[in-house]
């Protein structure tokens, strides 16, 4: 199993940055996948990042590529979500998870329980 914790969220004006982090544990923690969501008000969860721990390759969503950096500390069991030049758009709340691939297809078993970001205009 594992267990997720965002930190980092808070307030900032338009152009401004925000790291998030993601303290991970578990036994088996270097074989998940990691990914960034996000939920804004009135909205549904739309995905913004994701890293392979094994490969490390990262794919992003178009809204954030380009601005956005996901990373990851192995020995710290840590992914981060460095956040740049940011917009009003993306104030939201930002989930930290953690998926397997079954049959082919990746799934999210493993939820944070989130860290608000605001940006003002």
């Known amino acids: 199993q594992v267990q997720l914790v965002e930190s980092g969220g808070g307030v900032v004006q338009a152009g401004g940055s925000l790291r998030l982090s993601c303290a991970a544990s578990?036994?088996?923690?270097?074989?998940?996948?990691m990914g960034w969501f996000r939920q804004a008000p009135g909205k549904e969860r739309e995905f913004v990042a994701d890293?392979?721990?094994?490969?490390?390759?990262?794919y992003y969503a178009d809204s954030v590529k380009g601005r956005f950096t996901i990373s990851r500390d192995n020995a710290k069991n840590t992914v981060y979500l460095q956040m740049n030049r940011l917009k009003p758009e993306d104030t939201a709340v930002y989930y930290c998870?953690?998926?397997?691939?079954?049959?082919?297809?990746?799934?999210?078993?493993?939820w944070g329980q989130g860290t608000q970001v605001t940006v003002s205009s």
């Open positions: 998870a953690a998926g397997r691939y079954s049959s082919g297809s990746l799934k999210y078993d493993y």
């Open positions: 578990g036994r088996a923690f270097s074989s998940y996948n």
């Open positions: 890293i392979n721990w094994s490969g490390g390759s990262t």
